[in-house]
């Protein structure tokens, strides 16, 4: 089962994990049909099959734009099918492509070839933080914490900057025990009490009740009145510690 913690994360500005497509205006949305020029007569152009079919880069442009749309619209699996289409079409569009693939086999369990196009990528662009880090979270999602940590250690390195980064390595690095790290790894993206709050956050997905409380409580001694913090310690209050025991 996957793991989908991040938009839970106070940090939201700065989560998401991976790297959004481009926003485009576009009114193929939820158009399935293949994409063509309209038939009729005129001249058609030696670059154009005989059929009215818009030319390969044409076509693969606009399989492109129908793509980034079915993502937007939370439709993978199609997004995927029209991704992998562009890139048959236009080569030159490759890596483009890619990118967003790598994202979308991840999301619809398809890891082998997630891997795949991550590796490819990688070759060309070892020192992407935006690659590393959409790399790492991968890995997290698949409860590998050590693989997830030492992608998005790179990713920080690359880019210092990288808010999504720095959330994904503190979440690893909880998942690891090592809340110290977490925490200051948060705070490279966060408030102080809102890498205390990622932190029992993380803490209570993991069954520790009692540790997820104290960084809870820790947060609003930094920040009386963080919301999130004050109502996952109602919740937390009324479910008893034999329910919420931290699994092995």
């Known amino acids: 089962m996957r793991i989908t913690l991040m938009t839970l994360l106070i940090a939201a ?72 289409r562009a890139r048959e079409l236009d080569p030159a569009i ?43 979270y991968s890995y997290y999602n698949r409860g590998q914490w050590a693989e997830a940590e030492s992608h998005l250690l790179r990713a920080v390195a690359a880019d210092k900057t990288s808010k999504r980064a720095w959330v994904n390595l503190g979440m690893a690095q909880a998942q690891l025990g090592r809340g110290v790290e977490a925490v200051a790894s948060f705070e490279k993206a966060v408030s102080p009490a809102e890498a205390q709050a990622n932190l029992a956050f993380v803490l209570a997905t993991r069954g520790d009740r009692d540790g997820a409380l104290a960084a809870y409580r820790r947060a609003l001694a930094l920040e009386p009145t963080l919301p999130v913090a004050q109502s996952a310690i109602a919740r937390l209050e009324q479910v008893g510690p034999a329910v919420t025991n931290p699994q092995p």
Not at 35 to 42: V, W
Not at 45 to 59: F, I, N, Q, R, V
């Open 13 to 84: 500005a700065a989560t998401g994990c991976r790297h959004t497509p481009p926003k485009k205006a576009s009114a193929l949305l939820g158009n399935t049909e293949p994409l063509t020029l309209p038939t009729g007569g005129g001249h058609t152009p030696a670059s154009e099959s005989a059929s009215g079919d818009l030319p390969a880069k044409h076509s693969a442009a606009l399989c492109l734009v129908m793509a980034e749309d079915l993502e937007k619209a939370d439709k993978d699996a199609e997004a995927v099918a029209y991704y992998e």
């Open 94 to 136: 490759t890596e483009r492509a890619g990118r967003r693939l790598a994202v979308l086999y991840d999301k619809i369990d398809q890891q082998a070839k997630a891997m795949t196009e991550y590796q490819e990528l990688l070759k060309k662009h070892p020192k992407d933080a935006g690659l590393l880090n959409d790399l790492g």
